[in-house]
């Protein structure tokens, strides 16, 4: 069975311009889910994706992130325009459904602001 | 929410030693605690849980204990090789319905050939 897939591994911008990173769950997982680990630290949630509709995006900072999961399936998470702090490694994880407990993760996509 | 403390942040053994982790939650109708393992460059991985209603779960030689009335879980490694090394992370599920884990700040574990 194919992982969670992610891309780009890596990232580097600059403060003020924007980014986008991929990720495509394992096949027939419907829950997705989007973290945020910044370094030393564990991975805190942004979005929860049931299908293509959004179930938790609580800690998701809205006025510079956004995310999509058109079709149930890929998703993708923006941030626009980026900041120094957003220096972080973004997890994608998936699970076949909410109330199952276990997620895989993806390997991650290190971003580094400058 | 949820809070969870782990201790200790940096672990160094020698392999062969024995290593624990402990977590400590503050949501009393936490119900399910998992634990992760995250090598360099790579996503956290599941290598254990347990649920509220079961004390203690061993898996070869990782074994995971609860302790409900003081809200606290351990994970123990026996026999650590160095392929062991990598960032611990505990987590806990609270009451809510959204399923979602708060994590630990994570301990990074070292072992020494």
């Given at each position: 069975?194919?992982?969670v897939?992610?891309?780009?591994?890596?990232?580097i911008?600059?403060?003020?311009?924007?980014?986008?990173?991929?990720?495509?769950?394992?096949?027939g997982?419907?829950?997705l889910?989007?973290?945020?680990?910044?370094?030393?630290?564990?991975?805190?949630?942004?979005?929860?994706?049931?299908?293509?509709?959004?179930?938790?995006?609580?800690?998701?900072?809205?006025?510079?992130?956004?995310?999509?999961?058109?079709?149930?399936?890929?998703?993708?998470?923006?941030?626009?325009?980026?900041?120094?702090e957003?220096?972080?490694?973004?997890?994608?994880?998936?699970?076949f459904?909410?109330?199952q407990?276990?997620?895989?993760?993806?390997?991650?996509?290190r971003?580094?602001?400058? | 929410?949820?809070?969870?403390e782990q201790?200790?942040?940096?672990?160094?053994?020698?392999?062969?030693?024995?290593a624990?982790?402990k977590?400590?939650?503050?949501?009393s109708?936490?119900?399910?605690?998992?634990?992760?393992?995250?090598?360099?460059?790579?996503?956290?991985?599941?290598?254990?849980?347990i649920?509220?209603?079961?004390g203690?779960?061993?898996?070869?030689?990782?074994?995971?204990?609860?302790?409900?009335?003081?809200?606290?879980?351990?994970?123990h490694?026996?026999?650590?090789?160095?392929?062991?090394?990598?960032?611990?992370?505990?987590?806990?599920?609270?009451?809510?319905?959204?399923?979602?884990?708060t994590?630990?700040r994570?301990?990074?574990l070292?072992?020494?050939?």
């Amino acid at each position: 069975e194919a992982g969670v897939a992610q891309s780009p591994r890596y990232k580097i911008i600059e403060k003020r311009q924007s980014v986008a990173f991929w990720c495509n769950p394992i096949s027939g997982h419907a829950t997705l889910y989007w973290y945020q680990q910044i370094l030393g630290q564990g991975p805190k949630l942004l979005i929860q994706f049931q299908n293509n509709g959004v179930v938790d995006d609580s800690q998701l900072p809205k006025d510079r992130f956004s995310a999509e999961r058109l079709k149930g399936v890929d998703s993708t998470l923006k941030i626009q325009p980026a900041k120094l702090e957003d220096s972080a490694v973004y997890l994608c994880a998936s699970s076949f459904r909410r109330a199952q407990e276990t997620q895989y993760f993806g390997p991650g996509t290190r971003l580094l602001v400058l | 929410g949820e809070n969870v403390e782990q201790h200790p942040s940096t672990l160094s053994v020698q392999e062969g030693d024995s290593a624990v982790i402990k977590c400590t939650y503050s949501d009393s109708a936490s119900n399910y605690f998992p634990w992760y393992k995250q090598e360099l460059g790579k996503g956290p991985q599941l290598i254990i849980d347990i649920r509220s209603n079961v004390g203690e779960k061993k898996d070869q030689r990782i074994a995971v204990t609860l302790n409900k009335t003081a809200k606290h879980f351990s994970l123990h490694i026996t026999e650590t090789q160095p392929e062991d090394s990598a960032v611990y992370f505990c987590a806990a599920k609270g009451s809510g319905g959204s399923y979602i884990p708060t994590f630990g700040r994570g301990t990074s574990l070292i072992v020494h050939p």
